[in-house]
């Protein structure tokens, strides 16, 4: 009952940090004609500028002297940081090509694969109701992929560098802050290498436009606080329900590539996005459930 309780601040900081990552779907399309690559390079070194600044004011940097006698998490949260800078990369790249929906059918499978990371590396479990909203989800996954009519191959490995990322993080158990500037790190010099490269051969799209400057610059904040978010929330919430709470992410893309964007889906895509949302809203209520009644396990 108190586990359940105290995991109460890691789920709003879970909610709060996918909804952000909803919002940046509006974000990436600012930054045309700039390719993904240069995107992703910009979001890597400007997420580590703004984190050693916070860590810097904080006061907080001493740990750095005594990483290196840590070597399993700094193994963790590099790996952490490769798994999550492809999933970056190909969700730039998946929206700036008009693929918002096909994104999101990759953050519908994440929260499965999570729970399956869940129960089977971490021996999590889940109430029978919660199992219930899993097979719901899955069966629209399934029909989305089949309307489809080929291999998700973008919204599989979506789901996959997410979810492994998310268990990584889990297992690292690091202050958010600090991770986040050891996971920037490990991918900051090879992304510092690239913005080099283009400005001396001329392609580089940073200084084009003030605004545009701004927007590269501003990649390490609107990237530095949702993950932040989600580390508090990944030490103190169960892989299998912050796997769940994933289902607002992609809801949110959903919505703003049909209807702001105005990207199609068949009518069947639609049908199995319902029975996505149903088994969504299934395990979330409950979860609710299961904190309002701690005491019944069964619901």
């Known amino acids: 009952?108190?586990?359940e309780r105290r995991s109460s601040p890691g789920v709003l900081a879970g909610t709060a940090?996918?909804?952000i990552w909803g919002l940046l779907t509006l974000?990436?399309?600012l930054l045309e004609p700039a390719p993904a690559l240069e995107i992703l390079a910009h979001r890597?070194?400007?997420?580590l500028v703004f984190v050693v600044i916070v860590l810097a004011i904080q006061r907080d940097l001493g740990w750095l002297r005594v990483l290196h006698r840590q070597p399993r998490v700094l193994a963790l949260l590099a790996g952490a940081g490769c798994f999550v800078g492809a999933?970056?990369?190909?969700y730039i790249w998946a929206v700036n090509s008009g693929r918002v929906i096909e994104a999101a059918l990759g953050y519908y499978i994440n929260p499965l694969f999570s729970a399956l990371l869940g129960l089977v590396v971490l021996r999590e479990r889940m109430a029978l109701a919660q199992w219930a909203g899993v097979v719901l989800?899955?069966?629209g996954v399934v029909w989305l992929g089949i309307d489809a009519g080929r291999p998700p191959w973008v919204a599989l490995a979506l789901a996959a560098t997410f979810g492994i990322y998310g268990l990584f993080r889990k297992w690292a158990a690091m202050p958010s802050w600090r991770a986040l500037a050891v996971e920037t790190a490990a991918l900051a010099v090879p992304a510092a290498a690239y913005i080099a490269f283009l400005s001396t051969t001329g392609q580089s799209h940073f200084g084009d436009s003030p605004v545009r400057s701004a927007l590269f610059v501003s990649t390490g904040l609107?990237?530095?606080l949702p993950l932040v978010l989600f580390g508090f929330a990944a030490v103190r919430t169960p892989l299998t329900v912050l796997g769940m709470l994933q289902f607002l992410l992609p809801t949110m893309q959903f919505l703003i590539g049909y209807f702001g964007l105005h990207e199609s889906i068949s009518t069947a895509g639609l049908g199995a996005y319902c029975l996505v949302w149903a088994g969504a809203a299934f395990f979330l209520a409950s979860y609710a459930w299961r904190q309002i009644r701690p005491e019944d396990r069964r619901a």
Do not use: E, Q, R
């Open 1 to 3: 009952m108190a586990g």
């Open 27 to 29: 974000y990436w399309p």
């Open 137 to 139: 989800a899955t069966a």
């Open 44 to 47: 890597i070194v400007w997420s």
């Open 222 to 224: 609107i990237t530095a």
């Open 17 to 19: 940090a996918y909804f």
């Open 87 to 90: 999933n970056w990369g190909l």
